[in-house]
């Protein structure tokens, strides 16, 4: 059995309609790596590398602490009204960014970000997860996703407009910002709530904060909320450290560092949730666990990208390395909301994400400082990298532990 075609089509016009949003998301947090240098020049009370790991981190630690609650309002309430609000405030919040002048301004605007933004990937990604059934699922998630990637790509770019003398990096926060402003009209008028079958007494009886212990009970969940995090940390490093790892390490422009640091690995990801969705919604036809697979096959391929990363000696192989990275990381980001939807119940998919929100970026902010501090103390890059790839490899057996308790029963 498979959906009607108009509500198909609808499926992926809601797709369609959220990517320009998650392209903003991500766009407005990969600009603060790439216009690093100017935004440090022209605010002298970000001392030290440290203290701009703490910019980044408090983003991460606000976001985080505030995205189980974003779920769980998501959950209860209407997706599409969250959705709306998340973007229009989180786009004022990057307009106000512009005009910072202070690291204290700085630290609450990057704090306001993180809680404006936790509201929108627990909603988003149940949404499409409620209107994407078994044999779109990944594809539709994967698709989402590659406005991230987009995002991250143009992000890229801009530390060429930080350095031109017509734009520079409160430009680019500005105009960001008001082309969110407009964009939360025409969306919030496009989107949709599904209609919901009538609860069950299952859901009526854990439907409310039952819901967290039900969350929290669950074996499976636990797993993925552990693979969800450890391989996440390297991947905000990578995001947020890496423009100014080659900047340093291989004397480059900020501009030239922006975009070997984001391009190629980008690009990477998005042929890796192509790829990876493709091939996770086939191989769900032969068994359940075909998305758990999919997933840990990009595991397999974090191992030689984060060694290659950390011990590079020219800018190419580390640029090769950022690449197969990218593609690892497509294929588990394509599948981490469809696997979730495997093990939770549809009324608790945007709170369960928001919870692996919670323990990922959590984690990831305090990868960013410790990251900073590191480096501030002359740790060497190949150490810190072959931690991550332990991660990564621990990662593996992680996923691999998990053992899905929902069928689709739409999946043919």
Known sequence: MNPAPNALRYAWFIVALLFPVALLNYLDRQMMATMKASMVLDIPSIANRADWGLVLGCFKWTYAILSPFGGYIADRFSKRYVIGASLFVWSLVTWWTGHTTTFHELIAARALMGLSEAFYIPAALALISEYHFGPTRSRAVGLHQTGIYVGQILGGFAGYMADSPDHGWRWMFSTCGMIGV?????????????????????????????????????????????????????????????????????????????????????????????????????????????????????????????????????????????????????????????????????????????????????????????????????????????AFAGAALLSIFIVLMIKPTRTDPLVT
């Not at 190419?316 to 990275?325: D, Q």
């Not at 588990?332 to 919870?355: H, K």
Request: charged share 15%; net charge positive.
């Open 182 to 386: 407009i964009y939360a009209i025409p969306l919030l008028a496009a989107l949709r709530d599904p209609v919901r079958i009538t609860p069950t007494a299952e859901t009526a009886v854990s439907g409310k904060p039952a819901a967290w212990r039900e969350l929290l009970g669950n074996r499976n969940f636990i797993l993925l909320v552990l693979y969800f995090t450890l391989p996440a940390i390297a991947g905000w490093v990578v995001r947020d450290w890496m423009p100014e790892i080659l900047r340093e390490k291989f004397s480059l422009g900020q501009g030239k560092a922006g975009v070997s640091a984001i391009l190629y690995v980008q690009i990477a990801s998005i042929i890796g949730v192509l790829i990876g969705g493709t091939l996770a919604d086939r191989w769900m036809k032969h068994t359940n666990r075909g998305r758990i697979f999919t997933s840990a096959i990009g595991m397999v391929l974090f191992l030689p990208a984060l060694f290659g990363v950390g011990n590079a000696p020219t800018l190419t192989l580390a640029i090769a390395g950022l690449i197969i990275f990218g593609l690892g990381w497509g294929f588990f980001d394509c599948n981490n909301m469809p696997i979730l939807c495997q093990i939770v119940r549809p009324e608790s998919r945007a709170t369960g994400y928001g919870i692996m929100n919670l323990v990922s970026i959590s984690c990831g902010g305090f990868g960013d400082w410790a990251f900073g501090a590191l480096r501030d103390r002359h740790v060497p890059l190949n150490v810190i990298f072959g």
